[in-house]
């Protein structure tokens, strides 16, 4: 199975800031890479797929960038409803796997 | 709209049993990719089930393969998950999604697996 490793687990962060999230695969997975948003008590929303594709609706605000092993989600100006936990998945083969998790907080 | 309503969650012993069902509208049912998510209390996510639109290949996480089985009824565009042999690890809100990178999800069900 290919892991993920989500980094790093968790940041602070002002309303404004640029926040950079990695995720690395154990293995190339081309750029099958996607990113989700979610909220506490909320399922989550995807934000991109194939590493750089915006789901419909998410503010340009949010990009992603990499290739094989590693990964990015760039927010570019925090805003106050991006604190939240994002996480990332590998779309390139079964079984499916996510990374750990970052959780965004207020700082 | 799409939309995903999961059901058939509950309380249940270890050992127990429980099919979860996914009611799916707004989308060609039998298209798409379907998968099964759940996240236990506090933690993250976890991928847990997956099948194809096209052909219905299944494809399962190493923690739940052998006692799960994904399944789906596109008469009823349903998709199903048959959990058997449930152990206190299997306690989480199950979410399905629609395809195999998630571009929809429900709501999730609450799965408890304790005496």
Redesign the interface.
């Known amino acids: ?1 290919i892991q993920m490793t989500q980094s790093p687990s968790s940041l602070s962060a002002s309303v404004g800031d640029r926040v950079i999230i990695t995720c690395r695969a154990s293995q190339g997975i081309r750029n099958d890479l ?1 990113w ?1 948003q ?1 909220k506490p008590g909320k ?4 934000l991109m ?2 590493t750089s594709r915006l ?1 419909g609706g998410v503010p340009p605000r949010f990009s992603g960038s990499g290739s094989g092993t590693e990964f990015t989600l760039t927010i570019s100006s925090l805003q106050p409803e991006d604190f939240a936990t994002y ?1 990332c ?1 590998q ?1 390139n083969s ?8 970052t959780k965004v907080e207020i700082k | 709209e799409v939309q995903l309503l999961e059901s058939g969650g509950g309380l249940v012993q270890p050992g127990g049993s429980l099919r979860l069902s996914c009611a799916a509208s707004g989308f060609s049912f039998s298209s798409y990719a379907l ?1 099964w ?1 759940r996240q236990a209390p506090g933690k ?4 847990v089930s ?1 099948i194809t639109g096209s052909d219905g290949n299944t ?4 923690s739940v393969k052998g006692r799960f089985t994904i399944s789906r009824d596109t008469s009823k565009d349903t998709l199903y998950l048959q959990m058997n042999s449930l152990r206190a690890e299997d306690t989480a809100v199950y ?1 399905c999604a629609k395809d ?9 069900t609450l799965v408890t697996v304790s005496s």
Request: no cysteine; aromatic share 26%; charged share 15%.
């Open positions: 199975d996607a989700y979610q399922p989550p929303k995807r797929y194939a789901h996480y998945l779309h079964y079984p499916r796997t996510f990374g750990g998790g | 998968i998510v993250g996510l976890e991928w997956g494809y399962y996480a190493e979410y195999s990178t998630g571009e929809y999800w429900g709501q999730g």
